[in-house]
Structure formats: C-alpha cells, structure tokens
Nanobody
Framework: QVQLVESGGGLVQAGGSLRLSCAAS????????MGWFRQAPGKEREFVAA????????YYADSVKGRLSISRDNDKNTVYLLMDSLKPEDTAVYYC???????????????????WGQGTQVTVSS
C-alpha cells in the first residue's frame, strides 16, 4: 500500500520555524517530482513548493519565497519543508504529494500529483 505520511506540524508563534517531513512507503518516489500544498479553511488547496526527482530544481509560490525551503533525501524516501519566519497567513493544513511521471515539467497544480498524504496542521499565532 502506497502511503505518504506528513509530520512536524504544530503551533508556533509568528517569526518561528517548523520543519515538515513527508515519509513515503509502499514504493519509491525517487523518480517523481514531489510537492507541498496547503489548504486554509474556506480556501482552495494552493501550491507551496516543489522539487525535481534529483533535487536539482525547486520552485516556490511567491508568497513563501525566501522563507520556506524544500529538500529531499531519496535514500530515505522522504521530502522536507523547512519553514522559517512564519506568518499567521501560513496557517493551513500542509499536504505533500508525489508528482505524475507523465508531466514533462514539475507540476505546480494539484492535478499534476497522483499520491497525497493526509496532511499536517500548521498554526501560526500572532
């Protein structure tokens, strides 16, 4: 059974940091692009960051550039999202996802991803 399991969420004050992890099991995703998305209450799921299979290319939403950093360890089948200088507007459920191998480019929309984790809550207090 293929699973993506996020961890590392929690409650943090504005300006604080968190590191999210996404551990994959059931198959390797070393050949897939991996992405992080988030969804706040009453809003649509939005792209946060993505990384190529090798880790050589990364992409970020404008709202998180310079504050969040995505990385991966293919030996551990794990993707990370380091979050610094957190703001209250970063509050959301964060999801990791494995990209569809048929996409020529790294997807930055949910339809480009085949497997999803259950999400981890990040709450930033002001």
């Amino acid at each position: 059974q293929v699973q993506l399991v996020e961890s590392g969420g929690g409650l943090v004050q504005a300006g604080g940091s968190l590191r999210l992890s996404c551990a994959a099991s059931g198959r390797t995703f070393s050949g897939n692009a991996m992405g992080w998305f988030r969804q706040a209450p009453g809003k649509e799921r939005e792209f946060v960051a993505a990384i190529s299979w090798s880790g050589g290319r990364v992409y970020y939403a404008d709202s998180v550039k310079g504050r969040l950093s995505i990385s991966r360890d293919n030996d551990k089948n794990t993707v990370y999202l380091l979050m610094d200088s957190l703001k209250p507007e970063d509050t959301a459920v964060y999801y990791c996802a494995a990209g569809n191998l048929l996409w020529a480019n790294i997807p930055m929309v949910p339809t480009g991803y085949d497997y999803w984790g259950q999400g981890t809550q990040v709450t930033v207090s002001s």
